[in-house]
Structure formats: structure tokens, C-alpha cells
């Protein structure tokens, strides 16, 4: 029941015949280029054109067509360097920070998405994502890294030995099926209180990574893992270099009713199902361990 057209948000033809030919009741719009390292320098003009510009494309095109409610799905790369408080971020109070330019094209997009409403009346909510892994991550011409969720994956369907690092810092985590969850929930919701919220587990993932490594070892003969020794190098990587500071779920709790579904276990066990069915699609290969299998306690 779902009609799929691919094109792209620069494109002010395309978007004019998205609204054109149907009734869209609500947006949500997660399109968005990220790059680090050497990947800012050279992308930058793509993460303005798609970070930035092309929100008001889609926002004005929205209003044209009569479109109700927009969800902009920003970032807590929004918030910089109040990631480095000890501090729990809120929406209210905590500042907004940015010095890569993805959170600085994340941050405006957001501006623009909430004023544009203003300016047009639309009904436009945002929300600051926390780090999303889970299925169907993949690579595309607009994301440069991928989780460390993944890249453990892949070693795992190689039966290949993982190497962590030997600090694993706290972030704020959510599973891909949950991220979901949450945005239909918002787009859905009866007169929300609040333009912006926080999206993400409000849970402790530091032995996050270990519950997935485990479920991986318990699932594929030959795979392992251990923690780099001092001084040795990883063979995986996480994007966060320090711990990061947790952003606060209470609203989104409180004003929407979402509750995540998964936790750091529930999540290592579905991903490990998954992973295996659809090993193809994020490459390798591998099989269940003899007389073994994995059920998740979620769906």
C-alpha cells in the first residue's frame, strides 16, 4: 500500500509534483547529507543545498499543497559543545553549540523549518535525533560513516574478530525501529504542546555494544570479540570521541506517549535476527550456529 517515488529535494519540479498528485496529509523530512574529517571541506556545499535550502523547498511546496503537519527530523549534533556537559540536555535551557558544519546545517534547518511554519502556518515539530543503528543502515551518497553497530555486524557475518575500543563513551542511542515508532507517533499526535523534542532512548548504553557482541557470538560460530589492549589499535570506531551528555526524554514521554520498545538487550537480539536474514543486504555471509537461534521480545 505504499507509493514509492525517488527524486531529489533540489529538485523544485519534484517536489511541486509530489503535492501535485496526491493529497499528502503530513511530512516527515529526514533528508540530510553528513560528513566529517575531510568530508565537511568538500561536501560542504551539499549539506547547505540539502541541510538548509532544501527545507524551505519542501516546506513551501507543503504549504501549497495544503499539507497540515511537517515533522523536521534535526539533530543533536545541533547542540555542539554542550555535548561535553555533565549536564542532561533539555530543550528548553540547554544551548544549542554547534562548530562542525553538519550540526551548524542541522541547527539552521531546523530555524528555518520552525519559522517557515510560522510564517505560513503550518504545523511544523522538530526533533533532535539521537544517534540512530538498526536495520536497514546502509551506505548512500549522503551519509559518510556508519555505526559501529554495523561495522561489528559485518566482522561478525566474516566470522572475523572485533577489536573495541577500549573506552566505550556513552551517547545517546536509539534503536532504528524505535526512531520510527517515534515519528509516527509525533505526526500523529493531537495538538502537541511543544515545536521541539528529543528523540531518543532515554536509556544507559554503555554495555550496549557488549550485549550486541554477545548476541553475535551466540548466533555465528567463529565469531569474536575482545577489547583493544593498551596501545593497540581498534578495528572499529565510534563517531563520539567522549562522553556525551544525555538529552532528556521527559517531554516527548509526558506530551506524546512515546516509550521506546528497546533496550540495549531487546535490541541486540532483534538486530542479530535481522542481521542474519538480511545478510546479503549489508554484505557477507554467514549461518545460525547449530541448534541455536535468537528470539526477540519485542516486535
Known amino acids: 500500500g505504499v507509493t514509492y517515488r525517488c527524486g531529489d529535494l533540489r529538485d523544485d519540479a519534484f517536489v511541486r509534483s509530489l503535492f501535485a498528485s496526491s493529497r499528502i496529509r503530513a511530512v516527515i523530512h529526514l533528508a540530510t547529507v553528513t560528513a566529517n ?6 561536501r560542504a556545499a551539499a549539506m547547505i543545498e540539502v541541510n538548509v535550502l532544501a527545507v524551505e523547498r519542501l516546506l513551501a ?3 501549497r499543497g495544503g499539507s497540515p503537519r511537517v515533522v523536521y527530523v534535526g ?16 530543550e528548553e535551557s540547554s544551548p544549542s553549540q554547534p562548530e562542525p558544519l553538519y550540526g551548524i546545517t542541522k ?17 511544523v515539530r522538530a526533533v533532535r535525533l539521537g544517534s540512530v543503528f538498526g536495520p536497514w543502515e546502509r551506505e548512500t551518497a549522503a551519509r559518510e560513516a556508519m555505526s559501529i553497530f554495523l561495522q561489528i555486524g559485518r566482522f561478525a557475518l566474516r566470522r572475523e574478530r572485533v577489536v573495541l575500543p ?5 551517547r545517546d542511542w536509539i534503536y532504528s ?15 502537541p504542546r511543544f515545536r521541539l523534542y528529543h528523540l531518543t532512548s532515554g536509556l544507559e548504553w554503555t554495555r550496549g555494544l557488549l550485549h550486541w ?10 565469531f569474536t570479540y575482545r577489547q583493544a589492549e593498551i ?5 572499529v570506531r565510534d563517531s563520539a570521541v567522549r562522553d556525551r551528555a544525555p538529552m532528556r526524554v521527559d517531554r516527548v514521554r509526558a506530551d506524546i506517549g512515546f516509550v521506546p520498545q528497546f533496550g540495549p538487550e531487546a535490541a541486540a537480539r532483534d538486530y542479530a535476527e535481522w542481521l542474519l536474514r538480511h545478510r546479503m543486504h549489508v554484505g557477507g555471509a554467514s549461518s545460525l550456529a547449530p541448534g541455536r537461534s535468537l528470539s526477540a521480545n519485542c516486535a
Open 37 to 42: 574529517g575531510a568530508g565537511e571541506r568538500d
Open 61 to 63: 511546496a507543503a504549504a
Open 75 to 90: 539533530s543533536g549534533s545541533a547542540y555542539g559543545r554542550a555535548w561535553d556537559s555533565t549536564i542532561p540536555l533539555t
Open 107 to 123: 541547527l539552521a534547518g531546523e530555524a528555518v523549518a520552525l519559522r517557515f511554519g510560522e510564517l505560513h502556518g503550518l504545523d
Open 166 to 170: 577500549r573506552e566505550i563513551h556513552a
Open 177 to 191: 525501529r524505535d526512531a520510527a515508532l517515534g515519528l509516527v507517533a509525533l505526526t500523529r499526535a493531537v495538538n
Open 213 to 222: 557482541c554477545e548476541a553475535l557470538a551466540a548466533a555465528i560460530d567463529g
Open 231 to 235: 596501545g593497540e589499535q581498534p578495528n
